[in-house]
């Protein structure tokens, strides 16, 4: 099942590059490692995770992702954004709002999101960051349980 996600989420940008105006942006982002609030010995604190965004410039962009979740359980992400800049084109502040289809959280830790039915979830994930030229940083708030620290670069 997790192998469907990988070869979706690297299609993603060479199905899209052909049809797609030159005007289009991808982010491709990294996250080595997350904080949880109240950790436990079985917290996964690296979750590798790696995503891919398509910003079209219109209301709604897409995005897809792959990680380890916070109990070592192969996950994907599959969602649509929303994101709001602050300051000129060349260095700024933004922030961002993500919702969509949470895939992994199975088993004993079904329950670790609160809307989830045999490993598919729901997710609204908040995030701030800081874009200077081509690479960005960001904090992504997940829930009440963790931050994750991501580096992305446009292309």
């Not at 992400?77 to 961002?96: A, I």
């Not at 079904?110 to 800081?130: H, K, S």
Request: proline share 5%; charged share 15%.
């Amino acid at each position: 099942m997790i192998t469907g996600y990988l070869l979706f989420i690297a299609a993603l940008p060479s199905g899209c590059t052909t049809i797609l105006p030159a005007e289009d942006r991808y982010t491709l982002t990294y996250s080595p490692y997350m904080y949880h609030f109240n950790p436990r010995k079985d917290h996964n604190n690296y979750p590798n995770f790696v995503s891919i965004e398509w910003d079209s410039n219109r209301s709604l962009d897409l995005g897809a992702a792959y990680f380890r979740n916070s109990y070592e359980q192969p996950s994907a992400y599959l969602y649509v954004y929303k994101r709001w800049d602050y300051g000129n084109s060349d260095h700024h502040f933004f922030s961002k709002l993500t919702a969509g289809a949470l895939l992994g959280y199975v088993g004993d830790h079904e329950d670790r999101i609160p809307v989830n039915w045999n490993g598919f979830g729901l997710g609204i994930i908040p995030a701030a960051g800081y874009q200077y030229r081509r690479v960005s940083a960001q904090v992504v708030l997940l829930g009440i349980s963790a931050l994750m620290f991501t580096a992305g670069y446009d292309f």
